[in-house]
């Protein structure tokens, strides 16, 4: 079946530029994770959505990052104003979402921001 | 801080050697503990988990990990590597009393496996 799906998966912006990133999850899940993955580092939460609820925000490193999800599916995570230290590989997961002990995360392939 | 630590950063073995990559945590508490793999230019994905029950843990691909509560450690194991093992390895937990269910990960460990 279809997994997490990210676009675009590569994209360079010019410092000051906003940026929209998409994130269509596995069909039914209704949690939905955004990370930020800098180089040579693991994954860090930025945001999670239970249908279009977000329910947690604290992993957004400033106000110029804006996430939404607003029929509970297609999720987007936007930068404003684009800085050079916002260059990572952006993951969306999304999981079952039933508060399962251990529920699996299914990652997608990332998106690679670079910002010049 | 609370973190999740990964000792080694980049592991180099032959093939047919055996594997332990450690990973220790600082949560209090029950958590969930993971192991991920990212293999070269592919999606994250889970090797195995642990959330209650027997502390060793089966994963995929002859993979197993074993918690040790005592010592806040989650370390993978295999016996027997194989090429194909050459990827990024990622231990991760959800610490206790998480208002979601976010994954704390590790920065990772680089496994090199010559032929």
């Known amino acids: 079946g279809a997994g997490v799906s990210q676009s675009p998966r590569y994209k360079v912006a010019k410092r000051g530029q906003d940026v929209a990133l998409r994130c269509d999850p596995i069909?039914?899940?209704?949690?939905l994770f955004w990370y930020q993955q800098a180089l040579g580092q693991g994954p860090e939460f930025l945001t999670y959505?239970?249908?279009?609820?977000?329910?947690?925000k604290s992993g957004l490193p400033s106000d110029r990052f804006f996430a939404e999800r607003p029929e509970g599916s297609v999720s987007t995570l936007k930068i404003q104003r684009t800085q050079q230290e916002d260059s990572a590989v952006y993951l969306c997961?999304?999981?079952?979402?039933?508060?399962?002990?251990?529920?699996?995360?299914?990652f997608g392939p990332g998106t690679r921001l670079l910002v010049l | 801080a609370q973190s999740v630590s990964q000792h080694n950063h980049h592991v180099i073995l032959s093939e047919a050697a055996s594997l332990e990559l450690g990973c220790n945590y600082s949560?209090?508490?029950?958590?969930?503990l993971f192991w991920y793999v990212q293999y070269p230019g592919q999606h994250l994905q889970l090797l195995l988990k642990?959330?209650?029950?027997?502390?060793l843990v089966k994963g995929i691909k002859g993979f197993e990990a074993e918690f040790i509560k005592s010592k806040f450690s989650f370390n993978l194991r295999k016996p027997s590597v194989q090429w194909s093992d050459t990827a990024e390895y990622f231990c991760?937990?959800?610490?206790?009393?998480?208002?979601?269910?976010?994954?704390?990960f590790g920065s990772g460990t680089r496994l090199s496996i010559r032929p």
């Open positions: 997961a999304s999981s079952l979402g039933w508060e399962a002990e251990g529920e699996t995360q299914y």
């Open positions: 069909s039914g899940h209704v949690s």
């Open positions: 959505f239970q249908n279009e609820a977000q329910l947690d």
């Open positions: 949560y209090g508490g029950t958590v969930n």
């Open positions: 642990y959330f209650s029950g027997d502390p």
């Open positions: 991760a937990v959800i610490p206790p009393y998480s208002s979601a269910s976010k994954i704390i």
